[in-house]
């Protein structure tokens, strides 16, 4: 072996060991305070009881629902979460410890997307500041399907990447990519025609378009086919369920799409969601750290660099892909009427990755790389020394699991009957969360069992949240004023949102 090559591979471990200890910082970052940081509302609650009837043998056909009525996506989200719900006795704490390795261990895919585009150096940037990223950190603390872009795109484009020379590798990549409709459903759709024209442009088919008479397509027939197949095995829970259930996802879709008195005009969609594109963008990107104009130059910056990276290094595909990826689902959204023209943040809460992603393939091209470089990692860590003292101080956050556990525990202290009954109002009225927070409690010896239902007791803890809408505001009132009249109520407490009230009345 000759000394450049022991150079190199002392090189490629360090390297290695680098990359290693970058995820090892970001999981200790997720990691910090996760039990006072991580939310929990119906969402969660409902997944962890689906979680624990899987657990208990009852497999599940389908996912989470949609925005839409009678729309699912597919279950992978409930069978990839369920080890982490086993090996820890059904804590919501541990599945969400588990996602978040789940999410940290997918980075270093980033870093290898960018190596042989930009070198090591950007692409280690790129991996740190993907690391730091405001809305990397906030979708690994979470329950819900949105967390599950990251982990399940990453690998997925880097072995559409490199089923260029490993053409096997084109069918992991529509295998995952099948998975990644099941996570969140509109942003995935919206990136098909990047994998599409990919897997055209390096097809047998290519040679009707191509000049190049030298071109050897990367597919055969047969790899398509498998990679197909692939692809199509991922719908195969979402198809039986159909065929189980008189088609309810696709007449549910149909009838939601056709009903006009539902439709939002393009016209006050094109008014509204420029706007909210941005803001989605700036809060994700930078955390609302930096002031609104920095904050727009950063992710103008991106673009402008993306469009740069495709004038200076025109050959590669990978560059055209990733401006794609960048503008594509930016666009879509722009005519998304889905949802009844309603716009969420977390239908591009994860576009941070294509953001970050543009900006480094843009400045890689310039021959300052060092000067460039060091300069954007001090913007990123003022970024994240402005942003972290508001994402990770406990007394910010008062929607939290452990809040709720602190609320039912101080409901169980105060109630004077060795059998208490609560009540509970949640403004959509459905209070999975804390009956699945109380039972697991019990469950695990962590606290003894609460009764739901306040009805036929003299005494009944109330619990509640403010309402948010002046439906629930009606609905409150009326709830309260039920549960409160010729009752004696005291012992009055707040946990975060949520209040905690003791009341006793005669029967």
Request: glycine share 6%; with cysteine; net charge positive.
């Amino acid at each position: 072996m000759s000394a450049s090559d022991t150079i190199h591979q002392r090189l490629v471990k360090r390297e290695w060991w680098l990359v290693f200890a970058i995820i090892l910082c970001a999981f200790a970052i997720r990691l910090y305070q996760i039990y006072n940081l991580m939310p929990f509302t119906y969402d969660q609650g409902r997944d962890m009881y689906v979680l624990q009837s899987i657990s208990r043998g009852d497999l599940t056909l389908i996912g989470p629902t949609t925005g839409l009525p009678g729309v699912f996506l597919g279950p992978f989200m409930y069978y990839l979460l369920l080890p982490g719900f086993i090996l820890t006795n059904g804590s919501p704490f541990g599945v969400v410890i588990w996602l978040m390795a789940w999410n940290v261990a997918m980075l270093p895919f980033f870093y290898l997307l960018l190596k042989p585009i930009t070198g090591r150096w950007w692409a280690m940037i790129g991996l740190v500041l993907v690391a730091l990223t405001p809305g990397s950190i906030e979708l690994s603390r979470v329950i819900w399907n949105p967390s599950l872009v990251v982990p399940i795109l990453l690998p997925s484009i880097y072995c559409l990447f490199a089923s260029r020379g490993q053409p096997w590798l084109l069918i992991v990549s529509c295998f995952l990519y099948g998975l990644g409709l099941q996570t969140e459903l509109a942003y995935t759709i919206f990136l098909a025609p990047l994998f599409g024209l990919w897997v055209l442009n390096e097809s047998q088919l290519a040679k009707w378009w191509r000049r190049d008479s030298s071109f050897v397509p990367s597919y055969s027939l047969p790899v398509l086919a498998a990679a197909f197949l692939a692809f199509l095995s991922t719908l195969l829970p979402q198809i039986l369920f159909e065929l189980r259930n008189q088609f309810l996802i696709s007449t549910s879709m149909l009838r939601e799409m056709s009903d006009s008195t539902k439709q939002v005009p393009l016209s006050k969609v094109w008014a509204e969601r420029p706007a909210q594109i941005m803001a989605e963008l700036k809060r994700s990107v930078t955390g609302n750290a930096l002031n609104d104009t920095l904050a727009q130059l950063l992710v103008w910056a991106s673009f402008v660099s993306v469009l740069f990276a495709n004038f200076k290094l025109k050959h590669r595909p990978e560059v055209w892909f990733w401006t794609g990826y960048l503008f594509l689902p930016l666009l879509a959204l722009l005519v998304h009427r889905g949802n009844y023209g309603q716009f969420f943040d977390y239908y591009i809460t994860a576009h941070f990755l294509p953001v970050v992603g543009a900006l480094i393939l843009g400045l890689s091209t310039f021959r300052a790389k060092y000067v460039l470089g060091v300069g954007l990692l001090m913007v990123w860590a003022v970024m994240f020394a402005r942003y972290a003292p508001g994402m990770f101080t406990v007394s910010n956050f008062r929607y939290t699991a452990q809040l709720e556990i602190q609320a039912l525990r101080y409901a169980r202290e105060i109630s004077l009957s060795e059998d208490p009954a609560i009540e509970v109002f949640v403004p959509n009225l459905i209070p999975v969360a804390y009956q699945y927070l109380s039972e697991w409690l019990s469950r695990t010896g962590k606290a003894t069992p609460i009764d739901f239902g306040g009805a036929g007791h003299s005494e009944y803890i109330l619990i509640y949240e403010p309402a948010i809408s002046d439906g629930s505001k009606v609905a409150f009132k009326k709830w309260y004023e039920f549960w409160t009249k010729e009752a004696k109520c005291d012992l009055k407490q707040e946990f975060g949102i949520t209040t905690v009230e003791r009341c006793r009345r005669e029967l």
